[in-house]
């Protein structure tokens, strides 16, 4: 209960033993600010601005013999990796702490607001040769960041200014079945895109979206304005980004495409990239479809295109899930992939996962082949144990290793509640490499 409800409260008993009192009733049991405006949770209020608190901290230490990498699929953004041991001990110390504050307040256009977002990591890794690398937030060394700081204003069309993320919608493009798609797995997300998210957007922006209704919604907005981000000798500025994205949501299909169009601000679109998706549900089948493009030439790079197509159902005890992407970088680099995957609940808070993957591409060496068995279980309402085991297979694999390569892998996640979680997991491989970590994270609002 508020501090100030309670003393409203108290005042307004007192009150109602007066007769005298009556007239100024009234004012005294008027509505909080938060309450008015419809907010709850951590809250501070004066008499024109409710101001919500909220944040987390979160704690990973990893230890173990796990810091040398090698190949094991060769994809267009990037070497799949695995970790290799060589003896020495590796261990890293992480902590991540935010805070957020929104200060809201009512107007003529909807709801004012203005949002801080405060963050800080703080990174201490040790490796094999014995050197220590610290990293905070920006790599600087220079304490707390501030994360996000714009303005807001409105309630079915927004319009907000600032330093926060883009409207970009990225979603609706995560393949269904448990191990993923190598090339997917590769995108930050678990996706369809170009090199992890995209660069060039986010930052200091002006953004505006709508509600249009019907479950429909659309966006524009000017992001990156702060980008000083250049190619050497190939184009002098990449700075400033054009966003637009227009999204459906009903009961039983979502659906994006977002385009966006970069380095704008010397009035020459630079580039421009193209990101859709759409998730359809019927009755016990869940189709997805998603597709990204980047006109990268003027980069000094090539024209970029990823694809996938994820299907799942559900029969009784069992769930089968069928993917499989293609990706291509110009000239001649083309990436194909499927993966598979059939889960059944055998009881009660217990269910095990059988999956599989392909991976073949024109830069590498040869086809990739994962498997993989997982066992999750449930063992009270708040511990929950995955256990897991596989191996990979194929010509890059034995290009790369010489052998096969297998791992092992069992989590235990404890959630009490309070918004507190902690889990503690183990791996190893046959590569004798082997890593321990533990995690523990709160948040609060």
Known sequence: MKLKSLILGSVAAAGLSTAGFAADLGVLTSLDVCDELGLSGLTISSDTNCLQISGGVSYEFNWGDFRTEDDIAHTYDGDRVISVGDDPTDWNSKVEAWLKFVGTASSDFGPAKAVIVIKETDLTRVNRSGAVTTVDSDGNFDGLQLDEAYVQIGDTTVIMAGKKGSIANLGDDEPFNFLGLFNSDAIDGKGVGIDGDYT???GHVIQVVSDLGNGVSA??????????????????????????????????????????????????????????????????????GAVSYWDNFKFGG???????????????????????????????VTDYGVGGSIGATVTEGVSINLGARYFTSNAGVGDTYQVAAQLVAAVTETIKITAEV???FGDEITFHHGESVYYGAAELAWAPGGGFTSSIKGEVNSEEAYKVTFKAAKTFE
Do not use: C, Q
Not at 269 to 288: L, M, P
Not at 304 to 327: P, Q
């Open 219 to 288: 966006g524009i907005a000017l992001e990156d304005l702060n980008s000083d981000s250049a190619v050497a000798g190939v184009v002098p500025a990449f700075m400033g980004s054009l966003v637009g994205v227009l999204s459906y949501a009903g009961e039983n299909l979502t659906a994006h495409v977002t385009g966006i169009a970069f380095g704008i601000l010397d009035g020459n679109v630079e580039s421009w990239a193209i990101h859709a998706g759409a998730t359809g549900t019927f009755d016990a089948f869940k189709v997805r």
């Open 390 to 392: 596989g191996g990979y």
């Open 302 to 332: 090539t024209d970029v295109v990823h694809a996938l197509v994820s299907a799942e159902g559900t029969f009784d005890m069992f769930k089968i899930a069928l993917s499989g992407e293609v990706a291509n970088e110009n000239p001649g």
């Open 200 to 202: 060039g957007i986010g």
